[in-house]
Structures are given as structure tokens and as C-alpha cells.
T-cell receptor, first 112, second 111 residues
Framework: AQSVTQLDSQVPVFEEAPVELRCNYS??????LFWYVQYPNQGLQLLLK??????LVKSINGFEAEFNKSQTSFHLRKPSVHISDTAEYFC??????????FGTGTSLTVIP | NAGVTQTPKFQVLKTGQSMTLQCAQD?????MSWYRQDPGMGLRLIHY???????DQGEVPNGYNVSRSTTEDFPLRLLSAAPSQTSVYFC??????????FGPGTRLTVL
């Protein structure tokens, strides 16, 4: 089975500061990689995904993530965070597209 | 489209009781899945289905049953609830891409 490690359970950051949420996974084979965001009392929403091709993927709201195969990482970054980015962020991996493995989540709190 | 819907939103059970968590999607997705979310554990896959009549176990299937008689519905059954099954349950579906669409969740408490 896969394992996904999100190294930081809580990340506080001031508004307009940059942030990086770290994600490492265990697989040595080709995988699909995802970042999901969960707002309080809601389901998860896909933020961005890596399937193949360019190792840098971007979302429409300013987040980006870079796939690093040698380090088996898929860290999420944003150069300037907003209050509205406060949420729980989950990294996920899948080899087959049928079984998905999630990390334990990182709670991002943006401080005014 | 309503997307993925789950009922009920909240449920309290006593140990040993049975219940079914309902999940439906109106996007004609072949793939559907159930997860449980526990503090500090992230989401863990319970069961999934790649089409009507086909189900398979995920990471934590014990204590849960599923069936898939239609494309739209994927109910999750707890035959004899235990306190360890207290959790938030999410249903998800996906079509031909790998993107999963999640429902709003069911918060279950087993006393």
C-alpha cells in the first residue's frame, strides 16, 4: 500500500506571505498526485493534480505544486496567501486511478 | 446537476445497531467510493466500485458492506455499529478522468 506523508499538521502564516505545504509519498512507480482543499464542514474539492507531462502544475487561484520524482515529493506553494485560503489541505496519490491514498492533512491558518 | 449527495448529514447510533449511509450521484460516473475521515488520520478508503455489480475493498473495509445495483447509488452498510466507527464518512465519484468529486459527508456517532 501507498503511504503519503504531510510533514506539517498545522501551518500558521500571515496574510500576503508565501506558504509551502509539504507532501511526500512512498511509491517508486508512476503515480497520479493530487492536492485537495477542505473548508469547514464541507467535502473535499480538487485543487490541482499531476497526471503526466510538466512537473509544475497550477490552480486558478494562485496555488502551484511541483512533482519531484527523485524526492517523491509534491509540495504545494502559494506566493501570497489570503484569508480565504484558511482551510485543511490534503495530498493524495494513486497508482491505478482506483485506489487513492490520502495524507493526514495540513491545517493552514492565515493570520490577518 | 446535484453532483454527489449523501444522506443523512448526521446520525447517532447505539452499539450493535445497523444502518445504511446513502450516496447518490447524477453525473453518470462509473466509479464510486467511500472514505472515512478521522482526526489525525486523513481520509481512508473503505470500499470502491468501478461499475454496477462490481465492488472491491479499500484500506479499511472491516465492519462495512457495500453493493452497487445501479450506476447512481452506492450505499454503505454498517451491520453492527461499534464506537470505533464514529467518524465522518465521505462518498465520492469519478468519471473517465482521475478527478474525484466528493459529497458533503455524513457525521456518524456510535455510542
Amino acid at each position: 500500500a501507498q503511504s503519503v506523508t504531510q510533514l506539517d499538521s498545522q501551518v500558521p502564516v500571515f496574510e500576503e506571505a508565501p506558504v509551502e505545504l509539504r507532501c511526500n509519498y512512498s511509491s517508486s512507480v508512476s503515480v497520479y498526485l493530487f492536492w485537495y482543499v477542505q473548508y469547514p464542514n464541507q467535502g473535499l474539492q480538487l485543487l490541482l493534480k499531476y497526471l503526466s507531462g510538466s512537473t509544475l502544475v497550477k490552480s486558478i487561484n494562485g496555488f502551484e505544486a511541483e512533482f519531484n520524482k527523485s524526492q517523491t515529493s509534491f509540495h504545494l506553494r502559494k506566493p501570497s496567501v489570503h484569508i480565504s485560503d484558511t482551510a485543511e489541505y490534503f495530498c493524495a496519490v494513486s497508482e491505478s486511478g482506483n485506489q487513492f491514498y490520502f495524507g493526514t492533512g495540513t491545517s493552514l491558518t492565515v493570520i490577518p | 446537476n446535484a453532483g454527489v449527495t449523501q444522506t443523512p448529514k448526521f446520525q447517532v447510533l447505539k452499539t450493535g445497531q445497523s444502518m445504511t449511509l446513502q450516496c447518490a450521484q447524477d453525473m453518470n460516473h462509473e466509479y464510486m467510493s467511500w472514505y472515512r475521515q478521522d482526526p489525525g488520520m486523513g481520509l481512508r478508503l473503505i470500499h470502491y466500485s468501478v461499475g454496477a455489480g462490481i465492488t472491491d475493498q479499500g484500506e479499511v473495509p472491516n465492519g462495512y458492506n457495500v453493493s452497487r445495483s445501479t450506476t447512481e447509488d452506492f450505499p454503505l452498510r454498517l451491520l453492527s455499529a461499534a464506537p470505533s466507527q464514529t467518524s465522518v464518512y465521505f462518498c465520492a465519484s469519478k468519471g473517465s478522468t482521475v478527478e474525484q468529486f466528493f459529497g458533503p459527508g455524513t457525521r456518524l456517532t456510535v455510542l
